[in-house]
């Protein structure tokens, strides 16, 4: 399995409040991902990082950002989080990004109430 | 508009016998597909991939089928186990950087012991 953790696991948290997910890789790859789950749509790219500072979004980027600064550490943030925000995120790790498969990390199940 | 469908939300098959899960793509731009795999409460791990090079990929119990012309791909799995009961994903993406992928809403396989 791919070196890929996710923290926190589970949160429950309040509308407008911010909040923090950290994807964490041990295998040094390029390209990192954020993805959202739900019912009927299947997995959504958020934003995508292509190396560290280096970012761009995805397909359902309003009302989220993201850092990396370090090749290991791609951060999601929520800066006023509302309730459409309540999903399963996911990140996935790719060595290149061109042929390589993304293999995913283990999930974050957010609430927002 | 969904780019990748997946028109099957939940599939019966007895064990032994063959599953086959089906997609549907609308953008004649993706030339890579993939085949993802999701366990309750665990990411998605990668199955089975093909380049649009190919009609055809096997590895083991799984062989993927594309068929370029029709725009649809099939996952054929033989025999059926009851540990292969899980949500299958099939996901396409375009050539060029970053490799973002687009998947379908899912399909939901159960196979009887």
Redesign the interface.
């Known amino acids: 399995d791919a070196g ?1 953790t996710q923290s926190p696991r589970h949160k429950v948290t309040e509308t407008g409040t911010p909040v923090t997910l950290r994807c964490h890789q041990t295998e040094n790859h390029r ?1 990192m ?1 954020w ?1 959202r789950q739900d019912p ?6 958020i934003h ?1 990082s ?1 190396g560290v500072k280096d970012t ?1 979004k ?2 359902v980027s309003d009302g989220y950002s993201v850092s990396r600064s370090k090749t290991e550490d791609f951060l999601l943030t929520l800066e006023s989080a509302t309730s459409s925000q309540t999903s399963v995120y ?1 990140c ?1 790790i ?1 060595e290149t ?11 974050t199940r957010l609430t927002v109430l | 508009d969904q780019q990748v469908k997946q028109n099957s939300p939940s599939l019966s098959v007895q064990e032994g016998r063959i599953s086959i899960l089906n997609c549907d793509y609308t953008n004649s731009m993706f030339d890579y597909f993939l085949w993802y795999k999701k366990y309750p409460a665990e990411g998605p791990t990668f199955l089975i991939s093909i380049s649009s090079i190919k009609d055809k990929n096997e590895d083991g119990r799984f062989t993927v089928f594309l068929n370029k012309s029709a725009k649809h791909l099939s996952l054929h799995i033989v025999p059926s186990q009851p540990g292969d009961s899980a949500v299958y994903f099939c996901a396409a993406s375009v050539s060029g950087s970053a490799r973002q992928l687009t998947f379908g809403s899912g399909t939901q396989l159960t196979v009887l012991p």
């Open positions: 890929i390209y991902y993805y009927g749509h299947g997995l959504r790219l995508y292509y761009d995805g397909e996911f996935a790719s990004g061109f042929t390589d498969t993304q293999y995913f990390g283990p999930g």
